[in-house]
């Protein structure tokens, strides 16, 4: 299977902060990467998936990028509605994997 | 409106056996793959299992491999997770979810105990 590790597990930042996620995966996953919000006792939320392509109704303050096993999501300009966990997603093979989530949290 | 609604989930003892159902509305539910996501208590997400919009092909994540079984009525617009030989490890939310994962189910909760 491969394995997702997204750092950092966790981090503090403040309202309008650029923010980034990283992904790292195992093996070679072409760009087949998604990446979900999650509010606590909510489902998760599609964001961006294809590495870099916004969702419908996502706000362009969302971006991802990367290639192969590196990638990242970044939120330029953090809002109040961005405190979540985020979780990037291979869909390379099977089984489809997750990172172990980050959460972003108010400073 | 799109919308997954999922049922079946409880208490269950080890070893014991649950169906979870998911009614699917609003979308051409039998031109989607569909997925099993779960959620431990306090932890992250798990892919489970996923299957073709025919049912003709089916994926499992190893840990649920021989215990677990997806199918879908077309027909009723319905996804389902047949669980057995169930352990505590198995405990968690259970969601539905479709698509490129553009679409989810809000859940339900499995308990082994």
């Known amino acids: 299977a491969i394995r997702m590790t997204q750092s950092p597990s966790s981090f503090s930042a403040s309202i309008g902060d650029r923010v980034t996620i990283s992904c790292r995966a195992s093996?070679?996953?072409?760009?087949?990467l998604a990446w979900y919000q999650q509010k606590p006792g909510k489902a998760p939320n599609l964001m961006i998936y294809?590495?870099?392509i916004l969702q419908s109704g996502v706000p362009s303050r969302f971006s991802g990028s990367g290639s192969g096993t590196d990638f990242t999501l970044t939120i330029s300009g953090l809002q109040s509605e961005d405190f979540a966990t985020y979780y990037c997603?291979?869909?390379?093979?099977?089984?489809?994997?997750f990172g172990q989530g980050t959460k972003v949290e108010i400073k | 409106e799109v919308q997954l609604v999922e049922s079946g989930g409880g208490l269950v003892q080890p070893g014991g056996s649950l169906r979870l159902s998911c009614a699917a509305s609003?979308?051409?539910?039998?031109?989607?793959?569909m997925s099993w996501v779960r959620q431990a208590p306090g932890k992250g997400l798990e892919w489970v299992a996923h299957?073709?919009?025919?049912?003709?092909?089916?994926y499992y994540v190893d840990s649920v491999k021989g215990r677990f079984t997806i199918s879908r009525d077309n027909a009723k617009n319905s996804l389902f997770l047949e669980m057995n030989s169930l352990r505590a490890e198995d405990t968690a939310v259970y969601y539905c979810?479709?698509?490129?994962?553009?679409?989810w189910g809000l859940g339900t909760l499995v308990t082994v105990s």
């Open positions: 299957i073709k919009p025919d049912g003709s092909q089916r």
């Open positions: 997603q291979q869909y390379y093979s099977y089984p489809r994997t």
């Open positions: 979810a479709g698509g490129i994962g553009d679409r």
């Open positions: 609003g979308f051409d539910f039998n031109t989607y793959w």
């Open positions: 093996q070679g996953i072409s760009t087949y």
């Open positions: 294809s590495v870099s």
